[in-house]
């Protein structure tokens, strides 16, 4: 399965953004696909996450209310709004399939991986 994502660019805080991904093979009949960033400096974290065929979605508490992950067949988004400074960072989409819930938010537990792109928030 190969991860092709886009979208990213420079925007002011309190701005929105829109990333996308899209899967190149069919879909696992269940799964889970997320989006982890990386500032500048620090460790790669969990942002946000969607599995099927539950839809149930799980953010990090500082994305809460502000982003939005979605899910339709192998394209995967991730809705960015009332962004801030510290959102900045190298986002990344994943994927994986029958991840326990317990994994959702691991890194190490997605072997699949798109490449990532940059999203700058300017004070």
């Known amino acids: 399965v190969q991860l092709q994502a886009s979208g990213g660019g420079l925007v002011q805080a309190g701005g929105c953004l829109r990333r996308?991904?899209?899967?190149?093979?069919?879909?696992?009949?269940?799964?889970?696909m997320a989006w982890f960033r990386q500032a500048p400096g620090k460790e790669r974290e969990f942002v946000a996450a969607?599995?099927?065929?539950?839809?149930g979605t799980y953010y990090r508490n500082s994305v809460k209310g502000r982003f939005t992950v979605s899910r339709d067949n192998a394209m995967l988004s991730l809705q960015l709004s009332s962004l801030k400074p510290e959102d900045t960072g190298v986002y990344f989409c994943?994927?994986?399939?029958?991840?326990?819930?317990?994994?959702?938010?691991?890194?190490?537990?997605?072997?699949?991986w798109g490449q990532g792109t940059l999203v700058t928030v300017s004070s």
């Open positions: 994943a994927a994986a399939q029958r991840l326990i819930l317990s994994s959702v938010t691991v890194d190490t537990q997605y072997p699949y």
């Open positions: 969607i599995r099927w065929p539950s839809g």
């Open positions: 996308s991904c899209e899967a190149s093979a069919r879909p696992f009949s269940s799964g889970t």
